[in-house]
Structure formats: structure tokens, C-alpha cells
């Protein structure tokens, strides 16, 4: 993944856009990251040439970005397709194989539907599992950041 301009700019915003909704209210329960190169729901194992030694952390980045993409939209933020666009920046900046682009998405979709199962509306702990996420992205972005050239 290149760590340029999409990258630190998502880092960024999100960085403002946690700031913003933690000041409102928030806060979450996590969920643990897919192995990179582990084989999962029958697929194949990723080759060496597919993994990267930050994929932990992406795919975790990921999976944030499919719950806070639900649970925004739960609550009635006026969002839109902001954080599926974010995603769809990530596997662009990646400009990963084919098994990469399932792999990242598949951790998206994770997340999203994590808290479809959960959450039927806006509650109180939604609204914290939000500011939660928030936060750990930006931690993500910005250690993604920092650990790729």
C-alpha cells in the first residue's frame, strides 16, 4: 500500500471527524481482525506475495470502517456512502491482487454486518460503539501511516 495523499488525508479527516462525534457521545465492543494469511470460509491461503506485514492492522481498519458505515447510518448521520468510499480508497491505494481486494473486503462487510445482527436501531451504546471505532481508526490510519514508506 502507498502511504500517500488518499491515505493521509483519510487519517486526517477521520481524525477531525472522531473529535467531532466523541465531543456528542460514543464508544464500542471490538472485534478481532482477520488473519492476513490465513485461509478463511474455504478460500484459498494468500500467497507471500499477497501479505503484507501490516495486514493485521488493515484488515482491522477495515472492519471498522464497515461498522461505523452501519451504525452511522443506524443513527440517522447524513453521511451517505462516505465510509464505503473510504474503503473503496484503501483497495485503491493498495492496489493489491485480487485476493487482497476479498480479503480487505470481506473484513468490511464483516463489520457492517457484525452490527447489522446487533443493533435494529440507535441506541445509547451504539452511539458509543461509533465514537469508539472513530477513535481506533484514526489510531490505525495514523500508524498505518507512519509504518509505510
Same mark, same amino acid.
Given at each position: 500500500?502507498?502511504?500517500?495523499?488518499?491515505?493521509?488525508?483519510?487519517?486526517?479527516?477521520v481524525?477531525?471527524?472522531?473529535?467531532?462525534?466523541?465531543?456528542?457521545? %460514543?464508544?464500542?465492543a471490538?472485534l478481532?481482525?482477520?488473519?492476513?494469511?490465513?485461509?478463511?470460509d474455504?478460500?484459498?491461503?494468500?500467497?507471500?506475495?499477497?501479505?503484507?506485514?501490516?495486514?493485521?492492522?488493515?484488515?482491522?481498519?477495515?472492519? *471498522?470502517?464497515?461498522?461505523?458505515?452501519?451504525?452511522?447510518?443506524?443513527?440517522?448521520?447524513?453521511?451517505?456512502?462516505l465510509w464505503?468510499?473510504?474503503?473503496?480508497? *484503501?483497495?485503491?491505494?493498495?492496489?493489491?491482487?485480487g485476493?487482497?481486494?476479498?480479503?480487505?473486503?470481506?473484513s468490511?462487510?464483516?463489520?457492517?454486518?457484525?452490527?447489522?445482527?446487533?443493533?435494529?436501531?440507535?441506541?445509547?451504546?451504539?452511539?458509543?460503539? *461509533?465514537?469508539?471505532?472513530?477513535?481506533?481508526?484514526?489510531?490505525?490510519?495514523?500508524a %498505518?501511516?507512519?509504518?509505510?514508506?
Amino acid at each position: 500500500m502507498r502511504a500517500g495523499p488518499t491515505m493521509r488525508t483519510w487519517c486526517q479527516g477521520v481524525g477531525r471527524r472522531s473529535a467531532a462525534v466523541v465531543a456528542g457521545s %460514543l464508544v464500542l465492543a471490538a472485534l478481532s481482525g482477520v488473519p492476513a494469511a490465513a485461509a478463511q470460509d474455504g478460500a484459498a491461503p494468500m500467497k507471500p506475495e499477497d501479505t503484507k506485514p501490516y495486514d493485521d492492522k488493515l484488515n482491522r481498519l477495515s472492519e *471498522i470502517l464497515g461498522a461505523v458505515h452501519y451504525l452511522r447510518e443506524l443513527c440517522g448521520q447524513t453521511d451517505g456512502q462516505l465510509w464505503r468510499d473510504q474503503m473503496r480508497e *484503501i483497495l485503491a491505494a493498495d492496489g493489491g491482487s485480487g485476493l487482497r481486494r476479498a480479503m480487505l473486503t470481506r473484513s468490511f462487510n464483516n463489520g457492517y454486518r457484525s452490527y447489522g445482527r446487533t443493533y435494529q436501531a440507535c441506541t445509547p451504546s451504539a452511539q458509543t460503539a *461509533i465514537g469508539r471505532y472513530l477513535a481506533e481508526g484514526a489510531q490505525l490510519a495514523d500508524a %498505518l501511516v507512519k509504518a509505510v514508506p
